[in-house]
């Protein structure tokens, strides 16, 4: 198990602190916030923040993390193929591109990483029922 705690499983992380590249940046920077309009339209929720926290763990090989900050930051771009506010086909293009990017790196997601997405997924619900 990856030492994954702290700055990392924060949602709430600051942008541009110690990071890899303009596309991590601009994944810690929108992630929370897109995933927030998109998460009752993606059927898999809890890979998605699995493969966000992989994308962030310093552990994670570098061709794999290039793949999923590809797909993180294709999520959370404004403007895409079919805009994302369009009703029930706006998020239809990144599900099919995150599909494809967390099968390909599939092996690359850890325990650590699905835990850290379901307590994620469980202070958000838990979030949204006190709002």
Same mark, same amino acid.
């Given at each position: 198990?990856?030492?994954?705690?702290?700055?990392?499983?924060?949602?709430?992380?600051?942008?541009?602190?110690?990071?890899?590249?303009?596309?991590?940046?601009? #994944?810690?920077? $929108?992630?929370?916030?897109? &995933?927030?309009?998109?998460?009752?339209?993606? %059927?898999?929720?809890?890979? @998605? +923040?699995?493969?966000?926290?992989?994308?962030?763990?310093?552990?994670?090989?570098?061709?794999?993390?290039? #793949?999923?900050? $590809?797909?993180?930051?294709? &999520?959370?771009?404004?403007?895409?193929?079919? %805009?994302?506010?369009?009703? @029930? +086909?706006?998020?239809?293009?990144?599900?099919?591109?995150?599909?494809?990017?967390?099968?390909?790196?599939?092996?690359?997601?850890?325990?650590?990483?699905?835990?850290?997405?379901?307590?994620?997924?469980?202070?958000?619900?838990?979030?949204?029922?006190?709002?």
């Amino acid at each position: 198990m990856t030492g994954l705690d702290g700055e990392i499983l924060e949602p709430d992380h600051r942008a541009g602190n110690d990071t890899n590249g303009a596309d991590e940046t601009s #994944v810690r920077a $929108g992630f929370w916030r897109t &995933f927030a309009k998109a998460a009752g339209q993606v %059927p898999f929720a809890e890979d @998605l +923040v699995a493969s966000y926290y992989c994308a962030l763990d310093p552990e994670t090989p570098g061709k794999a993390k290039a #793949v999923l900050l $590809g797909a993180l930051a294709y &999520f959370i771009m404004p403007m895409d193929a079919i %805009p994302d506010i369009l009703a @029930l +086909v706006g998020f239809s293009d990144d599900i099919a591109v995150l599909t494809l990017a967390i099968a390909t790196v599939r092996a690359n997601l850890t325990e650590a990483h699905r835990i850290a997405a379901r307590k994620s997924l469980a202070n958000l619900a838990t979030d949204k029922k006190k709002a």
